[in-house]
């Protein structure tokens, strides 16, 4: 789509109202209940929606069928991004009540993050449509490591501190308790690190590792650099309530990373045969209508499969706990 810099900046100032109205009403810690959560998971989904709708009136059905396909493959990113979320809240013992600010200031560095990388790879892909044989290649080889931290539940286990927060630590040093919502103190006349701020340090860096493979993906889909930073936007600043909302369920998506693989390696594919076009190559393509409803389908096919599973494991549990309960009784 051929956007004006009025467009950019009245979409800009518009998801960053969306985000101060966010920030207000979660400004106060408190435990969020499943209702507020529901409650807010729905608005975003619906002002996503509402946005796609304006994208079809005044851009037609391509740039609304790229900017659906992209939302959908950056928001089931985003629910596997939650799995790191839990296991770094829990590394950390964050208190409940403070978790959604942090997951806020997380989203928004996010946010961040994601545009420069947006911007970068317009400008990459505007000068070198090689680069497509590498985003493709890159996903192929996600997809395939996707499936092998499945198998090896990588999702189990514990969160390990990169290189960038040790550092952090080791410089400013750490308090041994959380501050309310203070991110620094100072302790002994030095000015120290809550673990508040130590947190958000290691979900905005972890963000940068998950934008390597989202915004390749999101780029297979669309070249539209509106398109995809619109979609990330909307996929990002729901988060912040899905984790809330889904954190009992994230264990029950266990065929979760296997879906997501499937999707990678297809986007992968995609940009493959794109590249091959550009280069001259006759090569059928994907067009955006299929590429929509394959991620629908597999996001579908993935999420019963997974409660289905889940259900059986669950049955198995209890028949074992039973049989033990049994057991122990005939021994008393």
Same mark, same amino acid.
């Given at each position: 789509m051929n956007v004006s810099f009025t467009v950019w900046a009245l979409t800009v100032v518009a998801l960053c109202v969306l985000v101060a109205v966010d920030f207000l009403i979660g400004r106060k810690p408190h435990d969020v209940s499943l209702k507020e959560a529901g409650t807010w998971t729905v608005v975003w989904v619906v002002l996503a929606c509402l946005f796609g709708l304006g994208l079809l009136i005044y851009g037609g059905?391509?740039?609304?069928?790229?900017?659906?396909?992209?939302?959908?493959?950056?928001?089931?990113?985003?629910?596997?991004?939650? #799995?790191?979320?839990?296991?770094?809240?829990?590394?950390?013992?964050?208190?409940?009540?403070?978790?959604?600010?942090?997951?806020?200031?997380?989203?928004?560095?996010?946010?961040?993050?994601?545009?420069?990388?947006?911007?970068?790879?317009?400008?990459?892909?505007?000068?070198?449509?090689?680069?497509?044989?590498?985003?493709?290649?890159?996903?192929?080889? =996600?997809?395939?490591?996707? %499936?092998?931290?499945?198998? $090896?539940?990588?999702?189990?286990?514990?969160?390990?501190?990169?290189?960038?927060?040790?550092?952090?630590?080791?410089? #400013?040093? %750490? $308090?041994?308790?959380?501050?309310? =919502?203070?991110?620094?103190? %100072?302790?002994?006349?030095?000015?120290?690190?809550?673990?508040?701020?130590?947190?958000?340090?290691?979900?905005?860096? =972890?963000?940068?590792?998950? $934008?390597?493979?989202?915004?390749?993906?999101?780029?297979?889909?669309?070249?539209?650099?509106?398109?995809?930073? =619109?979609?990330?936007? #909307?996929?990002?600043?729901?988060?912040?309530?899905?984790? #809330?909302l889904i954190g009992g369920l994230l264990k029950k998506l266990v065929h979760l990373s296997y879906g997501l693989s499937i999707i990678l390696g297809f986007i992968g594919v995609k940009l493959v045969l794109h590249a091959l076009h550009e280069s001259g190559v006759h090569v059928p393509e994907i067009s955006i209508p299929f590429s929509l409803g394959f991620i629908v389908l597999v996001l579908a096919v993935t999420t019963v499969t997974s409660l289905r599973a889940s259900k059986k494991q669950e049955e198995a549990q209890a028949r074992t706990q039973g049989q033990d309960t049994d057991t122990s009784s005939h021994a008393g």
């Amino acid at each position: 789509m051929n956007v004006s810099f009025t467009v950019w900046a009245l979409t800009v100032v518009a998801l960053c109202v969306l985000v101060a109205v966010d920030f207000l009403i979660g400004r106060k810690p408190h435990d969020v209940s499943l209702k507020e959560a529901g409650t807010w998971t729905v608005v975003w989904v619906v002002l996503a929606c509402l946005f796609g709708l304006g994208l079809l009136i005044y851009g037609g059905t391509k740039p609304t069928g790229e900017f659906f396909a992209g939302y959908i493959t950056e928001k089931s990113l985003s629910v596997d991004n939650l #799995f790191v979320f839990v296991l770094i809240m829990g590394k950390f013992a964050v208190p409940s009540q403070y978790q959604q600010r942090v997951l806020m200031v997380g989203v928004l560095v996010a946010l961040v993050l994601r545009a420069g990388f947006i911007a970068a790879g317009a400008a990459i892909i505007s000068t070198f449509s090689w680069v497509f044989y590498i985003f493709g290649a890159f996903l192929v080889w =996600t997809a395939w490591k996707l %499936v092998q931290d499945a198998k $090896a539940g990588s999702h189990e286990e514990e969160y390990k501190e990169n290189k960038l927060l040790k550092m952090a630590e080791e410089r #400013f040093g %750490v $308090a041994d308790r959380y501050h309310g =919502t203070k991110l620094f103190v %100072v302790e002994n006349g030095k000015r120290i690190m809550t673990p508040m701020m130590v947190v958000m340090l290691a979900i905005g860096s =972890t963000d940068v590792l998950f $934008a390597l493979d989202s915004i390749p993906a999101i780029y297979g889909l669309t070249q539209d650099p509106y398109i995809v930073f =619109t979609a990330n936007a #909307f996929a990002l600043m729901g988060l912040r309530q899905l984790y #809330f909302l889904i954190g009992g369920l994230l264990k029950k998506l266990v065929h979760l990373s296997y879906g997501l693989s499937i999707i990678l390696g297809f986007i992968g594919v995609k940009l493959v045969l794109h590249a091959l076009h550009e280069s001259g190559v006759h090569v059928p393509e994907i067009s955006i209508p299929f590429s929509l409803g394959f991620i629908v389908l597999v996001l579908a096919v993935t999420t019963v499969t997974s409660l289905r599973a889940s259900k059986k494991q669950e049955e198995a549990q209890a028949r074992t706990q039973g049989q033990d309960t049994d057991t122990s009784s005939h021994a008393g």
